[in-house]
């Protein structure tokens, strides 16, 4: 069955960096675009970023660009999320995901935190 299983999160402080990574199986992932989307308490999962099937296309919210970079490597069935200069907004349980196949992760929980 499709599974994507999240993991890399945990507690930063502000101005930190960390990597995501989700391993998916079940699938044909190189055929398909992957997105990261994040959660923060009380508010609504919002879309982070998405990469395309073969990683030549990317798109982010405006409020991670140049802080964050989605990347993917198509042999090893992964996608990560490198996160850069991490503000305490960005603190969320992210989850990754694919559209097409309305799969879900189970989430990994960041919290940027001094």
């Known amino acids: 069955q499709v599974q994507l299983v999240e993991s890399g999160g945990t507690l930063v402080q502000p101005g930190g960096s960390l990597q995501l990574s989700c391993v998916a199986s079940?699938?044909?992932?190189?055929?398909?675009?992957m997105s990261w989307y994040r959660q923060a308490p009380g508010k609504e999962r919002e879309l982070v970023a998405s990469?395309?099937?073969?990683?030549?296309?990317?798109d982010y919210i405006d409020s991670v660009k140049d802080r964050f970079s989605i990347s993917r490597d198509n042999a090893k069935n992964t996608v990560f999320l490198q996160m850069h200069n991490l503000i305490p907004e960005d603190t969320a349980v992210y989850y990754c995901?694919?559209?097409?196949?309305?799969?879900w992760g189970q989430g990994t929980q960041v919290t940027v935190s001094s």
């Open positions: 995901h694919c559209k097409t196949l309305n799969a």
């Open positions: 079940g699938f044909i992932f190189s055929n398909y675009a």
């Open positions: 990469i395309f099937w073969n990683g030549r296309g990317t």
